[in-house]
């Protein structure tokens, strides 16, 4: 059931995932934020290459016609950043464990200057140059929040990222010009807590910190809804 809406008219959230997911793993998410009031768009990135996840937004923001706020989580931080420097709609910017470069660097350099524990995924790319998960690692170190069907099915369905995503440098980032937030998932072991707050206290965002994993967003949806809602609540009211 819907309820009545307190946010601008055509308000609307566009969420956007990170590697090995899909934009499924909003599911849990994007039904309540309808129902209070906004209108939701999940990006479905193909991963390819940082040009090609870009375009992949921009045609998602071609379907809205209203006041914008984006979601990114891990890599898709740094998309969210470059695409809302495209768009005068875009009122604010929700970060979910998410690697965002500053000027001139990429989500490599990032990921280069982080220290993680053993357990975190070796990210060895294949012969196409596609860097894949296993149902271990999905297990230990993705999603161990999760329960076990859903390893077995996160591994079947995975969407492997491109070298060539890594790769992608931006000039400048919309976070030094508008307000965001940072979602950190102290047991992410793709981005450790401690390279999260240093990105978030960088970009002057409004923190929350949790004991959430990688895949927060499935594991534990009513923690990532509730920060996205306080922040469309400040931002497309």
Known sequence: MEMESCFAEKATV????????????????ILPLRQHGLQVFAAQLPLTSFE???AAIERTLDMTDGPLMLVGHSYSGALIAN?????????????????????DETVADVL?????PEESPRMMADRHGFIW????????????NAAAHQWALMTAKQKPISVKCLNGRIPNS?????????????????????????????MNAHIYAHPLDYAAAMTEPE????????AAHDHLA
């Open 112 to 116: 280069r200057q982080d220290i993680l």
């Open 14 to 29: 566009v969420l956007v995932h990170g590697p090995w997911l899909d934009a499924g793993m909003w599911n849990s998410v």
């Open 83 to 103: 695409a809302a420097l495209r768009s005068n709609a875009i009122q604010a910017l929700v970060f979910i464990s998410a690697i965002t470069p500053d000027g």
């Open 174 to 202: 919309a976070w030094q010009l508008l307000p965001s937030s940072y979602l950190i998932a102290e047991h992410d072991h793709v981005l450790s807590a401690k390279t999260q707050r240093l990105l978030a206290q960088r």
């Open 52 to 54: 090609d996840d870009l």
């Open 133 to 144: 998960m296993s149902e271990s690692e999905f297990s230990t170190t993705l999603a161990p």
């Open 223 to 230: 923690v990532v809804l509730d920060v996205i809602l306080e």
